[in-house]
C-alpha cells in the first residue's frame, strides 16, 4: 500500500460506494507508531452534518481537526472544509441522513473512526464532558471550557464563518431556550434569521394569536417563526428586516427597513381573535391574514394564499400582497432580519 502524507492531498475516487482505507502519516506528537490507518467513508466525502455545533476552529489540516475533537469530551465527531475545523457534539450514528448537507470539498468523520494515539495522553480522553484535554509536560490537564450556542443567525454566522443556510440550533439569550431556525447565509453577507416564508400555499396563515406567538408550519417549507422567539431575538439590539418577494412573472423586488421596530411604526399585532389596530374593523378578519395593520393597509404578506397574479374574488386585501409592489396576489414572500454587529459584541 500506498504512505502518504496528507499535505499531497491524494487523489480519491469520490463516486464508488466503498471505505477507502487511506494511511495517513500523523506527525504524532506523543507517540512513536506515527502511521496509523485511518478509514474514510465514501459516503462522507463532500458531506457536512448540519448544526450539532460545539466549536469551530482554523487548523492546518484534517488530522488536527481530529486531535482536536479528541481534545474535546463530548466532541463526537468533525468536518474539515480548507482549514476549517467544526467540532460536533454527535456522530454519524445519531443522526439521521437528512441532517447531512452535501458541500463540495468537505470530510465529515466520527472521531472513533481515528487512532486515539494522535492525541497522546489526551486521546483516552481523561477529562470530563464540560473540559478540554490541554497536552502538559508529557501527560495532560483538564481545563473546564466555556460552550458557546449562538443567540440568532447573527451569532452563527460571526462564530461559524463557514456555516452555509439552512437549519440551525440557536439558544435564546434571555429565556435560554434552544429553537431550531432557518439562517440565510448568502443573502448581502448573511446572518439573516428568516420570519417567515411562502411559496405554494401549503400551510394556512389564517391562525390565532397563540399560533403567532409560538410560530407554526414546517421549518423545510412554509413557515411563521413566532412572534415570541421573535421579540426576544430582536430584543438584543438594532436589527434590520428584509424583505424578499416575486410576482407571478418571477419579477423580484426586495426592500430593507434599517431598522425593525420603525418599520411596524407602533403599531400592535393583529390577529383574527385579537384585533389591535387601529380601525372600526378586525383587519386580520377583513383581510384574511394578521399583521401590524395600520387601517387595514396595503401589505398583507400573511394573507390568503391564492392563485399568483390574479386578484382575490374578495378584494386584493384578502390575498397576499405588497402594495408598493404589486397589489395582486404574489408568488414567494420571505421576511427575514439581521442584527447589527458592533465592536462590542
Known amino acids: 500500500m500506498e504512505t502518504f502524507c496528507e499535505k499531497k492531498n491524494p487523489k480519491l475516487s469520490?463516486?464508488?460506494?466503498?471505505?477507502?482505507?487511506?494511511?495517513?502519516?500523523?506527525?504524532?506528537?506523543?507517540?512513536?507508531?506515527?502511521?496509523?490507518?485511518?478509514?474514510?467513508?465514501s459516503e462522507f466525502l463532500n458531506k457536512r452534518l448540519n448544526k450539532h455545533y460545539i466549536v469551530e476552529l482554523k487548523v492546518q489540516n484534517l488530522h488536527m481537526c481530529a486531535r482536536e475533537c479528541f481534545y474535546v469530551s463530548m466532541c463526537k465527531s468533525m468536518d474539515y472544509f480548507h482549514g476549517s475545523c467544526k467540532l460536533n457534539d454527535a456522530d454519524s450514528k445519531s443522526v439521521s441522513q437528512g441532517e447531512f448537507q452535501h458541500k463540495p470539498g468537505s470530510i465529515f468523520s466520527d472521531v472513533s473512526d481515528w487512532p486515539h494515539v494522535i492525541a497522546g495522553a489526551c486521546g483516552q480522553r481523561p477529562c470530563s464532558e464540560t473540559q478540554k484535554c490541554i497536552p502538559f509536560k508529557g501527560g495532560y490537564k483538564c481545563e473546564e471550557i466555556q460552550l458557546f450556542m449562538p443567540t440568532d443567525c447573527t451569532d452563527v454566522k460571526r462564530y461559524f464563518p463557514s456555516a452555509t443556510?439552512?437549519?440551525?440550533?440557536?439558544?435564546?439569550?434571555?429565556?435560554?431556550?434552544?429553537?431550531?431556525?432557518?439562517?440565510?447565509?448568502?443573502?448581502?453577507?448573511?446572518?439573516?434569521?428568516?420570519?417567515?416564508t411562502r411559496f405554494d400555499g401549503s400551510v394556512d396563515f389564517y391562525r390565532n394569536s397563540?399560533?403567532?406567538?409560538?410560530?407554526?408550519?414546517?421549518?423545510?417549507?412554509?413557515?411563521?417563526?413566532?412572534?415570541?422567539?421573535?421579540?426576544?431575538?430582536?430584543?438584543?439590539?438594532?436589527?434590520?428586516?428584509?424583505?424578499?418577494?416575486?410576482?407571478?412573472?418571477?419579477?423580484?423586488?426586495?426592500?430593507?427597513?434599517?431598522?425593525?421596530?420603525?418599520?411596524?411604526?407602533?403599531?400592535?399585532?393583529?390577529?383574527?381573535?385579537?384585533d389591535r389596530a387601529n380601525y372600526i374593523k378586525n383587519c386580520a378578519i377583513h383581510c384574511?391574514?394578521?399583521?401590524?395593520?395600520?387601517?387595514?393597509?396595503?401589505?398583507?404578506?400573511?394573507?390568503?394564499?391564492?392563485?399568483?397574479?390574479?386578484?382575490?374574488?374578495?378584494?386584493?386585501?384578502?390575498?397576499?400582497?405588497?402594495q408598493p409592489f404589486?397589489?395582486?396576489?404574489?408568488?414567494?414572500t420571505k421576511m427575514m432580519f439581521r442584527r447589527a454587529i458592533t465592536n462590542d459584541v
Not at 165 to 191: A, N
Not at 248 to 266: C, K, L, R, W
Not at 297 to 318: A, R, S
Request: glycine share 10%.
Open 14 to 41: 469520490f463516486g464508488k460506494k466503498v471505505t477507502y482505507l487511506v494511511l495517513v502519516w500523523l506527525s504524532c506528537a506523543f507517540a512513536n507508531d506515527c502511521v496509523k490507518p485511518f478509514q474514510m467513508k
Open 165 to 196: 443556510s439552512g437549519q440551525h440550533e440557536i439558544k435564546l439569550w434571555k429565556s435560554r431556550k434552544t429553537l431550531s431556525v432557518v439562517c440565510d447565509m448568502d443573502t448581502e453577507g448573511g446572518g439573516w434569521t428568516v420570519l417567515q
Open 210 to 274: 397563540t399560533e403567532y406567538e409560538y410560530g407554526f408550519g414546517n421549518l423545510n417549507t412554509e413557515f411563521w417563526l413566532g412572534l415570541k422567539y421573535l421579540q426576544e431575538m430582536t430584543s438584543q439590539g438594532k436589527n434590520e428586516l428584509r424583505f424578499d418577494l416575486m410576482a407571478a412573472d418571477g419579477t423580484t423586488v426586495h426592500e430593507t427597513f434599517p431598522n425593525f421596530m420603525s418599520y411596524h411604526n407602533g403599531m400592535h399585532f393583529t390577529t383574527k381573535d385579537e
Open 288 to 322: 384574511h391574514g394578521a399583521w401590524w395593520y395600520n387601517a387595514c393597509g396595503g401589505v398583507n404578506l400573511n394573507g390568503q394564499y391564492v392563485t399568483p397574479g390574479i386578484t382575490h374574488p374578495l378584494g386584493h386585501w384578502v390575498g397576499v400582497i405588497y
Open 326 to 332: 404589486s397589489l395582486q396576489s404574489l408568488k414567494e
